[in-house]
């Protein structure tokens, strides 16, 4: 399933997404030492995704996680028309993780677009979600930035600034 899925990635995507692990552990926050192992794997994929993204040149988010690897903040930005829009980026990994994924916050935003719920949270239902149960639990926090806030970002800044509503976060 995951291979028909991948097929209708352009080429930059799918080659992006295959150099990101998938993760092995099946763990969420309340499964002790599991989730440390987890952890682990994130960091690890967050890691390989930022070096790859910096090393092609397509550095567009900075994210860490407090000491329980729960609740994580960074910036996240999209460059559009040569200007960089920039935004704070937030999400908490709920109890369920992997097998519901997190949502995704850019609390800034809230209310700037209908693609988004209250507090900012990214509406990626249609999109992400569907993949993501395909995909648990071996899909993991940089897979979610990379399927999920891409594209979203990719979508929506440019909508949002040819509407006139995102010109304070213009670096």
């Known amino acids: 399933r995951r291979a028909a899925a991948m097929e209708s990635w352009d080429s930059s995507t799918l080659s992006t997404v295959k150099k990101i692990p998938l993760l092995t552990h099946k763990a969420g926050p309340r499964d002790g030492d599991a989730w440390v ?6 960091y ?17 988010f ?9 609740k994580w903040s960074g910036k996240c930005w999209y460059v559009h028309e040569l200007v960089r829009y920039e935004f704070a980026l937030q999400f908490e990994v709920p109890v369920t993780y992997p097998a519901t994924p997190f949502e995704i ?11 988004m719920y209250r507090g900012g949270k990214v509406c990626l239902t249609i999109h992400f979600k569907p993949l993501w149960a395909k995909n648990a639990p071996h899909f993991g926090i940089a897979h979610a930035l990379c399927l999920g806030l891409a594209p979203w970002l990719a979508a929506e800044v440019p909508a949002l ?10 670096k």
Request: proline share 2%; glycine share 8%; no cysteine.
């Open 105 to 115: 916050e850019l609390p800034e935003l809230d209310g700037k677009t209908a693609k």
């Open 44 to 60: 690890t994929a967050l890691i390989g995704y930022v070096q790859s993204n910096k090393a092609n040149d397509n550095d567009w």
């Open 161 to 170: 600034v040819e509407r006139g509503v995102i010109e304070e976060f213009a």
């Open 37 to 42: 192992a987890r952890l682990k794997e994130e």
């Open 62 to 70: 900075t994210v860490s996680s407090n000491k329980e690897g729960t």
